[in-house]
């Protein structure tokens, strides 16, 4: 089992980032084995002591653990963490468009793939994860991101329209297509597709499909629902409409997708509510 401690960041910082997640364990000859099913958002992981392993679905071949990654949005059940012996990580889980707000670094590239955070960030984050792993308290670590990501903040272009666009394309329920939100924010449809792939990583199609399926997921493990009545509050067309993309994006029908998400698993993390602020 692994122990899972989690936070928010602090208010100015909600708007881009969900949660860190600090996840430790002392396996020994244990194995726990973790799908990594669609989700939206980039994710900074830091390894403190050992690492996953990384195992493709179907060609099962590995990808190379880094102590820093920058793992990008997902858009199917691609891979699955292997989890053994002593393992020590502490992970930024970003909003959609939170990554490439702070950053400037265009998503896309990172999404279906995992990125060695070094060469991608730069000297500055491999300073954060030495100082992270000098502190010996998560609230100590929290802080210590608290006032990284602070300064980052002071780059943001809150006037961008296209930010408040794509998030409305994740607020399920909101029965609003791409061409209204577009049509609302003041930008063309092209725009929007253009600009959703280098902010969020994925098209808006895509992004208003998974915040579904992550919003069906969210309803299962916070309320006692059926699966019927999770499709009409997650807007489905149907109920079969609702197990094609479970299929597609969980790699199997709801209830055994269900089965194979632990509480400790961090797509439950993902998967929270959004930040709804304006």
């Known amino acids: 089992m692994l122990n899972v401690q989690s936070a928010s960041p602090e208010s100015a910082l909600r708007p881009f980032i969900r949660a860190y997640v600090q996840r430790e364990a002392r396996l020994g000859v244990q194995e726990l084995v973790e799908p990594v099913v669609a989700r939206l958002g980039v994710m900074l992981e830091f390894e403190f002591a050992g690492s996953y392993e990384v195992r493709n679905y179907g060609s099962e071949t590995l990808e190379d653990p880094n102590e820093i990654s920058v793992i990008g949005p997902q858009g199917w059940r691609r891979s699955r963490l292997i989890i053994r012996g002593h393992i ?36 500055s984050v491999s300073q954060l994860h030495e100082r992270l792993g000098n502190l010996r308290t998560f609230s100590e670590r929290v802080n210590a991101l608290d006032a990284y990501f602070s300064r980052q903040v002071a780059r943001v272009n809150f006037a961008d ?109 993902a998967r929270n509510r959004l930040f709804d602020g304006n």
Request: with cysteine.
């Open 88 to 123: 020590e990580s502490l992970v930024i889980m970003f909003q959609p468009c939170g990554f490439h707000a702070l950053f400037g670094v265009p998503t896309a590239p990172l999404s279906n793939a995992g990125t060695e955070g070094h060469s991608l960030l730069g000297p």
């Open 161 to 269: 329209p296209v930010y408040r666009a794509l998030h409305l394309l994740t607020v399920t329920g909101s029965g609003l297509k791409v061409a209204d939100v577009a049509r609302q924010m003041g930008v063309n449809v092209r725009q929007l597709e253009r600009r959703s792939l280098a902010y969020a990583g994925v098209s808006p199609k895509a992004l208003s499909r998974i915040s579904r399926f992550s919003h069906a997921l969210r309803l299962r493990a916070e309320r006692s629902m059926s699966w019927t009545q999770i499709a009409h509050a997650a807007q489905y067309h149907d109920h079969m409409h609702m197990i094609r993309d479970f299929r597609e994006l969980a790699g199997e029908a709801p209830t055994s997708a269900i089965q194979e998400i632990a509480p400790e698993h961090l797509i439950h993390f």
